[in-house]
């Protein structure tokens, strides 16, 4: 079914091309949402965050850009503290049942 769906697939506009993951990923959403999506403005869109990037490439030095990126992933992942001691100290010491 899949092959029968890639084989029918529109031709991408010439703004840039669709990979097949990207095809892929906005037909299950298309038939899991129920939705349509305009290739044409997910290419726009796409074509707009690339240039945003290359922008910001040429704006900051590479230590600028680790730093934010740094940043942005320590907000996004907070790392989990667990005290080890204490979790040994709960749990009652797995011994050999009287029978």
């Known amino acids: 079914m899949i092959r029968?769906?890639?084989r029918k697939r529109r031709p991408a506009p010439a703004?840039?091309?669709i990979s097949l993951e990207e095809?892929?990923?906005l037909i299950r959403v298309e038939l899991m949402y129920g939705?349509?999506?305009?290739?044409?403005a997910y290419l726009r869109r796409?074509?707009?965050e690339r240039n945003e990037m290359a922008s910001r490439m040429r704006e900051q030095d590479p230590a600028g850009m680790l730093a934010e990126l740094r940043?942005?992933?320590?907000?996004?992942?907070?790392?989990a503290v667990v005290d080890?001691?204490?979790r040994r100290r709960s749990r009652p010491?797995?011994?050999p049942e009287p029978a």
């Open 23 to 25: 095809e892929l990923a």
């Open 46 to 48: 796409k074509v707009d």
């Open 4 to 6: 029968r769906i890639i």
């Open 93 to 95: 010491s797995q011994g």
């Open 35 to 40: 939705l349509r999506v305009n290739r044409e």
């Open 15 to 17: 703004l840039t091309g």
């Open 84 to 86: 080890l001691e204490s």
């Open 71 to 79: 940043g942005s992933l320590e907000r996004a992942v907070r790392p």
